[in-house]
């Protein structure tokens, strides 16, 4: 086991200087661009999400005060090709900021289709789509006011700002290998078949599309998977659809592994590309720990959720084997339950950002969804769950829980009756472009999650 001193350390901390150059951009564009004004209204009014949330990058001109003040704020100069004067910061959640001559500003939002929000909005041919339809990265203009220019712009594991050529075959193979991975078989004769032929399949569009462009591929299906089966999710996205934006405000996947299926998901991740960022040990009275994954070509993070002692947190536990336990935690009571997360169960659930008082407020009184009470409710970070879905579990699974004195009697009873908790969608939103978590409020989310409590309440 990899000893702690050797795993990098993270300390996300708010920005609220980097958050002010930010938002003073923004604000400063929004009153100069009616059409990016009403989409931001429509954004709160309609979605519950803030503009800011949607912004993929800031093109601005360039100037000596600029760079000076993006450097002092924490960016650092990334040039990528077409964007030799691009920034970022390596420390929070900002946009990309640009420097380029001339005197436009020009915004572009992230949709997961160009051709969607188009569709929505009736913008016709005379907006050119850059890119090729099922490339790596579109971009269109589609509003002009003076020199504020607004764009919408379509990642698919791209980190660059001009569409590159690419060969009409890959784009045939990517819709080949998308298809594969809606398709792919979550259950098998044992976890270990399903995992084997999840690899196989990774690594066939490895080959083909390259690495970054397979993990978003996968991800789309993981969502399109997970969204089936909770009905909040269902409602968010068509309300998101609505304004043609779908996911692209999300911020984590979680996944739930078993002790001995963790390690094999840790590797499925990374052969996505993703790397470990930090380990997320939520104190010495928790049953579980955490691995947070970033792929940051594919802009994609996952919190990976196991059980485990105090003492195996201590290690890097997600590379060394973790030897089957002899009692359940919250974790691994739902992975015995409903499957392992990245095969047969689907994700536990997805956090995207939100106006988090605008998202609770419309849902609760439009669509009857409620969310739990919040547990994160700092100014720089709020967080909760809708109320869980429920799903039904399968005989079997409930009797061999039994038989192993992991469960009662009478809470096999309501799994049987009622099912259990299986996913939520997660409201969360983040400010001064904090990175982290609360490692005590997912503490307590986890402990009221535990489907053995939900079940007896469910009994009541």
Known sequence: MRPAAALSPFDWKPQPGAQRLVTDLLDGFLA????????????????GTRFQDWVDHILVPQSDAMRIGLIEQGFSHR?????????????????????????????????????????????????????????????????????????????HGFRGIVPAAVDPARILLAA????????????????????????????????????????????????????????????????????????????????????????PLITVLERLGFVCRERFCA??????GAQVLEQPAAGITIFADVDMSPEERLGDFAHAPLPEGRTLGTIGLWCALHGESI??????????????????????????????????????????????????????????LL????????????????GAVGSHLENLERNDGFKGFNQRGVSEIIAKTDPRKLAQLAGA
């Not at 104190?283 to 579980?288: K, N």
């Not at 419309?362 to 409710?377: A, C, G, K, N, V």
């Not at 038989?403 to 009622?418: C, H, K, L, P, V």
Request: net charge neutral; with cysteine.
């Open 403 to 418: 038989a192993a004195g992991q469960i009662t009697r009478e809470q096999a009873d309501s799994f049987r009756s009622n």
């Open 343 to 400: 095969l047969g169960a689907g994700m536990h659930h997805l956090e995207c950002q939100f106006d988090w008082h605008a998202l609770k407020e419309q849902l609760e009184r439009d669509t009857s969804i409620r969310l739990m009470d919040p547990f994160t409710s700092f100014p720089f970070l709020r967080q909760a769950f809708t109320e869980g879905e429920r799903w039904a579990v399968d005989a079997g699974r409930v009797e061999r």
């Open 283 to 288: 104190g010495a009275e928790a049953d579980w």
């Open 32 to 47: 100069r661009c009616g059409f990016a004004e009403r989409l931001a209204s429509r954004m709160k009014v309609e979605t």
């Open 176 to 263: 080949l290998h998308a298809e594969r991975f809606r398709r792919r078989p979550r259950v098998a004769s044992t976890d270990d078949a399903a995992f084997a032929a999840t690899l196989a399949l990774i690594g066939a569009s490895n080959a083909d599309i390259g690495q970054d462009w397979t993990c978003d591929l996968f991800f789309a299906a993981e969502r399109e998977f997970w969204q089936r089966r909770n009905r909040a999710a269902r409602v968010q996205k068509q309300r998101q659809d609505m304004l043609g934006l779908g996911w692209a405000n999300h911020g984590h996947h979680t996944y739930r592994a078993s002790r001995t299926g963790f390690v």
């Open 79 to 155: 040039p990528e090709p077409g964007a030799p004067n691009r920034y970022f910061h390596e420390g929070a959640i900002f946009p990309t900021v640009i420097l380029a001559p001339g005197t436009t500003t020009r915004v572009g939002i992230k949709v997961d289709s160009v051709a969607d929000f188009m569709s929505m909005w009736q913008l016709g041919p005379d907006h050119a789509i850059a890119g090729a339809p099922g490339s790596q990265f579109r971009i269109a203009v589609v509003a002009e006011q003076g020199d504020a220019v607004l764009a919408v712009v379509e990642r």
